[in-house]
């Protein structure tokens, strides 16, 4: 093994294939200075591990038979995680994906960039790449997808403090994924400390501080440990019209895999994909685009209700999810907004769409009613649901539901209504067979 790698480079202290289960590599890398660029004054030195519980096998600088002797498998892919603050090869370079975490993204890209010829590194991955004197630089000077035949980035802490931020906002790569917008994470506020100071004593302190910065590393693992519950994310201008809902489209490669087994695919401009995860490994969630028309019959007076749903699905159930929309209800108008789920339900089957009322909620419609003489009788005036759209961003099954009173579409304060799949609906099957 020979290195081109510049002074600058020393930064690296260790390089370690940490990925064992798949690839039963690990490679250690460390040097003590860097006085110049010549080779005799390299001391860069080169540690195979095939099993850690064995002391590495040194590869000797310029000498390839230690190579065979250390029982290196070329047939192998290489992966190289270089830490955050810490070339060539008898190797395909199509074969090397570099993992860099932190600072550790960016040295990775310039790494790639020095890689001289026609053949590039195969991948880089960054995993939040570091914010500070690399963010607003031009793609020479930072991680850029230049760097390499595939380059993907992990942003999750790019929330900003006197105009700085840990992590880089900007994108960097092919595919940029954002979670939970990339500001920050589920599980990393400031009032989870104590949770965390009981899981790791004392440092949970520290631990609260990097959370959402480490939390990047944690999703890319993720990706590798689950199997079955791959993270899917999805193309979008910002993470507000992600909010509603309005993003999750896999046409024309709109969505991808966040993590190791993403879909590579060289890009002219770098894609901005949004996805929510839970707090703790498995963080996938599986998103639904819920679109409403509601018709406020009070059209003088804005609406702003809680709302909450139940679904029931062919796996499983859940009961009682919070809606939260973005704005108030007025006249005649489609809502749209986003719901996540923790689990697979299977195919939804049935809504129960609940106006969370209050004593207080009911009292004001009362008094609305007293003040406006809508009609006479028991007639209340509301808000009217014929239908609800749904879109599974997993599945991208597109459904719609009825109400599943026909006669009764107005819903009150406390008041829940049933919806089911238009085409079960008793009435419409009717309507098909005459």
Request: with cysteine; aromatic share 10%; net charge positive.
């Amino acid at each position: 093994i020979t290195t081109t790698v510049p002074c600058f480079m020393a930064l690296i202290v260790l390089a370690n294939i940490i990925i064992m289960s798949i690839f039963p590599v690990h490679l250690k890398l460390s040097k003590a200075m860097c006085p110049n660029q010549t080779q005799p004054n390299l001391r860069t030195k080169f540690r195979l591990y095939t099993d850690p519980a064995e002391e590495g096998c040194l590869i000797a600088f310029n000498q390839i038979e230690t190579l065979d002797r250390c029982n290196f498998n070329s047939s192998l892919p290489l992966v190289m995680i270089v830490h955050g603050w810490s070339d060539s090869i008898q190797f395909s370079r199509s074969d090397v994906h570099l993992i860099g975490y932190s600072l550790g993204a960016h040295v990775s890209g310039f790494a790639g960039s020095y890689i001289s010829g026609t053949n590039k590194i195969g991948r880089i991955t960054g995993l939040d790449p570091a914010g500070p004197l690399f963010e607003g630089m031009s793609p020479t000077d930072r991680l850029s997808p230049d760097d390499a035949n595939f380059v993907d980035a992990i942003h999750t802490f790019t929330k900003q403090h006197m105009g700085l931020s840990v992590g880089i906002e900007q994108p960097v790569a092919h595919f940029d994924f954002y979670p939970n917008g990339g500001t920050f994470q589920p599980g990393c506020h400031i009032m989870h400390v104590y949770n965390h100071i009981a899981q790791y004593g004392i440092t949970g302190i520290t631990q609260t501080v990097k959370c959402a910065h480490e939390r990047s590393v944690h999703l890319f693992i993720d990706s590798l440990l689950h199997d079955d519950k791959q993270s899917m994310a999805y193309w979008c201008n910002d993470i507000h019209k992600f909010d509603k809902g309005m993003c999750l489209s896999c046409r024309k490669n709109r969505c991808n895999t966040l993590g190791y087994h993403i879909r590579k695919e060289r890009l002219q401009k770098s894609r901005r994909l949004f996805l929510k995860t839970r707090a703790n490994m498995p963080f996938k969630v599986y998103h639904y685009q819920f679109k409403i028309h509601f018709i406020n019959e009070i059209q003088e007076k804005q609406v702003e209700p809680t709302f909450t749903v139940s679904l029931t699905g062919t796996k499983e159930d859940v009961e009682n999810l919070p809606i939260t929309l973005v704005e108030g209800i007025t006249g005649n108008k489609t809502y749209s907004f986003l719901i996540t789920l923790d689990i697979d339900i299977g195919e939804l089957m049935m809504i129960k769409f609940k106006w969370e009322g209050t004593a207080v909620w009911e009292n004001l419609w009362d008094k609305v009613q007293t003040i406006i003489p809508w009609s006479k009788g028991t007639y209340r005036p509301g808000l009217i649901v014929k239908k609800i759209r749904v879109k599974a961003g997993e599945t991208q099954q597109k459904m719609t539901f009825c109400s599943q009173s026909i006669d009764n579409v107005h819903l009150h304060p406390s008041q829940e209504k049933t919806f089911v799949r238009c085409e079960n609906h008793p009435r419409r099957l009717k309507r098909k067979f005459r």
